[in-house]
C-alpha cells in the first residue's frame, strides 16, 4: 500500500523561512511532486524530486531522501501570498495517478 | 493555450438528480484523470484515461459514476443519482506522454447537493 503524511497545520511570519515535511511509504517510488493549492483553486506545480538532494527554484526548494522515505519543502523570504495549502504527492504503485497527501495549511502572517 | 478548463464550475443539484461536469484538457496532452477533493483533504484518483481508453478506475468510483473521453480530447464525468456525500470539488488533470509527469489541475467543478 501507499501512504503520505505531512502535518496538517504551520504559522510563520512575513520573511522568516518555513518547512513543510512529508514522509512516505511506497511499494514502489517513482518520484514526489509537491504542489500548492490557494483556497478555492486548483493545484499548482511546484517541485518533482526524482533523485535524493536538494533541487532549489527560487524562493522554494524541495529534498528527498528515498532511503528514509522523506521529503521537505523550504519556503525562504515568505510572502503573504505564499498562505496556501502545500500537498505532497507520489505515482501510485502502477505510476497512473498521483496519491496526495492530506496537505499542509501554511498561514503566513505580518 | 490556456490550460486545463472545466465547467460548469459550480453545480447545485438535489439528492436524486444526475450530474455531468466537463473538462478540456491541454490539447497535446494524452493522458486525463479525474479526481475528488473534500475539505482538509488532498485530491484523491479517480479515473484515468490514456487517449479515449479508460486505463484505471478507483474503488472510490462507484457504479453511480461514469466517465468518458470518447474522441481523446475532452472528458465527461456523469453522477447518476446523487447523495450528499458525492458533494465535493472534482478536479481534472491532464498530462503529456514524457517521463517527466507533472499533472496539470483544472479549476475544478464544485458540487453541493443538497
Known amino acids: 500500500g501507499q501512504n503520505i503524511d505531512q502535518p496538517t497545520e504551520m504559522t510563520a511570519t512575513e520573511g522568516a523561512i518555513v518547512q513543510i515535511n512529508c514522509t512516505y511509504q511506497t511499494s514502489g517510488f517513482n518520484g514526489l511532486f509537491w504542489y500548492q493549492q490557494h483556497a478555492g483553486e486548483a493545484p499548482t506545480f511546484l517541485s518533482y524530486n526524482v533523485l535524493d538532494g536538494l533541487e532549489e527554484k527560487g524562493r522554494f526548494s524541495s529534498f528527498l531522501s528515498r532511503s528514509k522515505g522523506y521529503s521537505y519543502l523550504l519556503l525562504k523570504e515568505l510572502q503573504m501570498k505564499d498562505s496556501a495549502s502545500y500537498l505532497c504527492a507520489g505515482p501510485n504503485q502502477a505510476g497512473t495517478a498521483l496519491i496526495f497527501g492530506k496537505g499542509t495549511t501554511l498561514s503566513v502572517s505580518s | 493555450d490556456t490550460g486545463v478548463s472545466q465547467n460548469p464550475r459550480h453545480k447545485i443539484t438535489k439528492r436524486g438528480q444526475n450530474v455531468t461536469f466537463r473538462c478540456d484538457p491541454i490539447s497535446e496532452h494524452n493522458r486525463l484523470y479525474w479526481y475528488r477533493q473534500t475539505l482538509g483533504q488532498g485530491p484523491e484518483f479517480l479515473t484515468y484515461?490514456?487517449?479515449?481508453?479508460?486505463?484505471?478506475k478507483s474503488r472510490l468510483l462507484s457504479d453511480r459514476f461514469s466517465a468518458e473521453r470518447p474522441k481523446g480530447s475532452f472528458s465527461t464525468l456523469e453522477i447518476q443519482r446523487t447523495e450528499q456525500g458525492d458533494s465535493a470539488m472534482y478536479l481534472c488533470?491532464?498530462?503529456?506522454?514524457?517521463?517527466?509527469?507533472?499533472?496539470?489541475f483544472g479549476p475544478g467543478t464544485r458540487l453541493t447537493v443538497l
Open positions: 484515461f490514456q487517449n479515449e481508453a479508460q486505463l484505471e
Open positions: 488533470a491532464s498530462r503529456s506522454d514524457d517521463a517527466y509527469n507533472e499533472q496539470f
